[in-house]
C-alpha cells in the first residue's frame, strides 16, 4: 500500500463524488423556498403597499375618507403632506396623508 499524499489527496476528490450538478441539487430545495416565500408573502405584500401609496396619492378635494384614527369626513383641502378633514358641520382638522386608512364612495357621509 501506498501512502503518499498525492495518492491520498486523489483518493479524497474521487469519493466525493461532487461537481456542479451535486451543488444544484443541494441549493434547489433552499431556491424552491425562496420562490414560496415570494409568491406567497413579499409579491402579495409589496403590491397592497403599491395599492395604498396610489390610493394616498389620488386624494383631491371633495372625497370621503377614514383615517386610521377612526375619523370620517370630507376633504376640503389637499396638499402634499397634509389634507384639511371635515368631520362635522364646522369642524376641519388637519390630518397627515399617510393617516388615511381607505376612501369611500361618494355620498356614503350623507347616508350616515
Not at 389637499?78 to 364646522?90: C, M, P, Q, V
Request: a positive charge; aromatic letters at 8%.
Amino acid at each position: 500500500m501506498d501512502f503518499s499524499p498525492i495518492a491520498t489527496a486523489h483518493a479524497a476528490t474521487t469519493g466525493a463524488g461532487g461537481g456542479t450538478d451535486s451543488m444544484i441539487f443541494q441549493f434547489l430545495p433552499l431556491i424552491f423556498i425562496f420562490a414560496i416565500f415570494y409568491f406567497l408573502l413579499i409579491r402579495p405584500q409589496s403590491k397592497k403597499a403599491k395599492a395604498q401609496r396610489d390610493m394616498v396619492a389620488a386624494i383631491s378635494k371633495g372625497d370621503e375618507l377614514v383615517t386610521s384614527g377612526g375619523l370620517a369626513g370630507r376633504v376640503m383641502q389637499a396638499g402634499d403632506e397634509y389634507l384639511h378633514l371635515e368631520i362635522a358641520e364646522n369642524t376641519v382638522v388637519k390630518i397627515q396623508r399617510s393617516a388615511v386608512s381607505m376612501v369611500l364612495p361618494k355620498g356614503t357621509l350623507k347616508k350616515l
